[in-house]
Each structure stands twice: as structure tokens, then as C-alpha cells.
């Protein structure tokens, strides 16, 4: 069963505008993390952000945030004010406690952002 | 500070050979983690060391695949009598831990290309 979806195979956005990648995942752990890397034409997984199933508070680093809706299993990633460098791969990851070693990914978002 | 890193960059090799892919880790990073991405997917768990020992292998496709962390820090990855199919990139990525919330760092991948 696929845990990780990530409904959007492409994106666009213009430059210094924000953009929203989806993740919805399934799992019937109580206590789990989400993760989502970038991976750009280089091939180099780059960890963005964290967010733990217990945290009371989305999660913000920098230009991202993560809206977690737990109810929902969705943990969408928000870009703002998008840059020419954030034109990559964006991958969306979660570990569950009961299988903490084991990061199951989704199949990722490329994200372009047009000048 | 290094971060992780993976030799070679690309290997190219024929239809039953054997392979060796090295991964160097951040110094002092207890977990280490080898993943396998296909093109177009997310990468997929292969397997996880806690120190020397391998603590979840569950992702190894099947026999063929094999990997070792005698000293508790470089780890190599082996595939003997290697498929087309084994064309793909292998990553490898490094922790503090093996907690939940642990970041996994990843190296830039070495791309196996089976001919």
C-alpha cells in the first residue's frame, strides 16, 4: 500500500510568488515524523523540514512551512516568495515509530519557477 | 565539516558483474541508510546500520545485495552478478541517531548503469 502520495507531478510558479506541494500519507501510527527534501539536477537530497505527528505548531524554516493537517494525513509544503533555485525535485518522507529506520518517500513534485 | 560522500560518482558495468559502492559518512553519525532511486521515483530503502551491525536489512531486493559497516563508519554496498534492472542511483545517507526525529543527510549518489 502506497504510504506517501504526492498527487502533483509538475508544478509552475512565477518567481516571488509562493507555491504549494501536497502530501497526503497513510499510516495508523500514532507517533511519526514527515520530512521533505529537495533534490535538485544534481542529485543531492537536501533536507528542508521536519514535523513530528505531536508537534501543537506547523513547522517553519525560513522561506518554508509546512501545513500539517493531521486529521487530514496531509502534510503540504509551502514555498514563499519561490526563487529561479528552487526549481527541483521535491520529495515528501515519513518514518513511523513501530519502523523508525525505514524513510519511505513519495514519488516527488518537480517544481519550475519561471522568471 | 564533510558531509557524506560516495565513490565512484558512476560506474558502468556489464551483465553479471560484481559491484562495490563505497559510502563515507558525516564523522560521528552512528546510522547510516542506502537507498535505491530509480528514474522518475522517489528513492526507495534498501537498508539501515546502527554502528556495525545491520539493524533492518528488510529492503534488500534479494541475495544478491549485500552490505557491510565493519568499523562502524564507511560502509560498502555489493551486488554480485548484476542486472540491467539494478541500473539505477544508489544513495546513501548518514544520522546522528536512529531516532524518529533524526535527520538523514544524504550523499550525492553513485549512478549504476547495468549494460
Known amino acids: 500500500a502506497q504510504k506517501i502520495t504526492q498527487t502533483q507531478p509538475g508544478m509552475f510558479v512565477q518567481e516571488k510568488e509562493a507555491v504549494t506541494l501536497d502530501c497526503t500519507y497513510d499510516?495508523?501510527?500514532?507517533?511519526?515524523?514527515l520530512f521533505w527534501y529537495k533534490q535538485p539536477s544534481s542529485g543531492e537530497m537536501i533536507f528542508l523540514i521536519y514535523?513530528?505527528?505531536?508537534?501543537?505548531q506547523n513547522a517553519t524554516e525560513g522561506r518554508y512551512s509546512l501545513n500539517f493537517q493531521k486529521a487530514r494525513k496531509s502534510a503540504n509544503l509551502v514555498i514563499s516568495a519561490s526563487q529561479l533555485g528552487d526549481s527541483a525535485m521535491y520529495f515528501c518522507?515519513?518514518?513511523?515509530?513501530?519502523?523508525?529506520?525505514?524513510?519511505?518517500f513519495g514519488a516527488g513534485t518537480r517544481l519550475t519557477v519561471k522568471p | 565539516g564533510a558531509g557524506v560522500s560516495q565513490t565512484p560518482s558512476n560506474k558502468v558495468t556489464e551483465k553479471g558483474k560484481y559491484v562495490e559502492l563505497r559510502c563515507d559518512p558525516i564523522?560521528?553519525?552512528?546510522?547510516l541508510y542506502w537507498y535505491r532511486q530509480s528514474l522518475g521515483q522517489g528513492p526507495e530503502f534498501l537498508i539501515y546500520?546502527?554502528?556495525?551491525?545491520?539493524?533492518?536489512d528488510s529492503g534488500l531486493p534479494n541475495d544478491r545485495f549485500f552490505a557491510v559497516r565493519p568499523e562502524g563508519s564507511v560502509s560498502t554496498l555489493k551486488i554480485q552478478r548484476t542486472e540491467r534492472g539494478d541500473s539505477a542511483v544508489y544513495l546513501c545517507?548518514?544520522?546522528f541517531g536512529g531516532g524518529l526525529q533524526e535527520t538523514q543527510y544524504f550523499g550525492p549518489g553513485t549512478r549504476l548503469l547495468v549494460l
Open positions: 545517507a548518514s544520522s
Open positions: 499510516t495508523s501510527d500514532p507517533s511519526y515524523g
Open positions: 514535523q513530528g505527528s505531536y508537534d501543537q
Open positions: 518522507a515519513m518514518r513511523e515509530t513501530y519502523n523508525n529506520n525505514d524513510m519511505r
Open positions: 564523522s560521528g553519525h552512528t546510522a
Open positions: 546500520f546502527q554502528g556495525t551491525g545491520a539493524a533492518d
